[in-house]
Nanobody, 122 residues
């Protein structure tokens, strides 16, 4: 599975942004998808994840109520809708895929996209 994340950019605090993660292959629906982020000088942290059939979603406490993860299996694409962005959301955002079941741990994912930069100014 090859993943390509896109949609990052420079926004102001309070703005919204939608990230996309396009996947190759014909078995996208069998993979759980995750979003992680890594700020400069910090460790990669979990943001959100969604099961292959979208029945299960998980969020980090820091983004709960502001971010929404969803997917369109017909388009082989997962999304992260980010609202009420804060300067502390500034990070490189990565999407990841796993065939081992939904996880909030980076080690639970087998495939990673290249990352897209999100910068939120105050």
């Amino acid at each position: 599975v090859q993943l390509r994340a896109s949609g990052g950019g420079l926004v102001q605090a309070g703005d919204s942004l939608r990230l996309s993660c396009a996947a190759s292959g014909r078995t996208f629906s069998t993979y759980s998808m995750g979003w992680f982020r890594q700020a400069l000088g910090k460790e990669r942290e979990f943001v959100a994840s969604i099961s292959g059939n979208s029945r299960t979603v998980r969020y980090a406490d820091s983004v709960k109520g502001r971010f929404t993860v969803f997917r369109d299996n017909s388009q082989n694409t997962a999304y992260l809708q980010m609202s009420s962005l804060k300067p502390e959301d500034t990070s490189v955002y990565f999407c990841a895929a796993t065939g081992r079941g939904i996880s909030s741990q980076a080690a639970g994912y087998d495939y990673w996209g290249q990352g897209t930069q999100v910068t939120v100014s105050s």
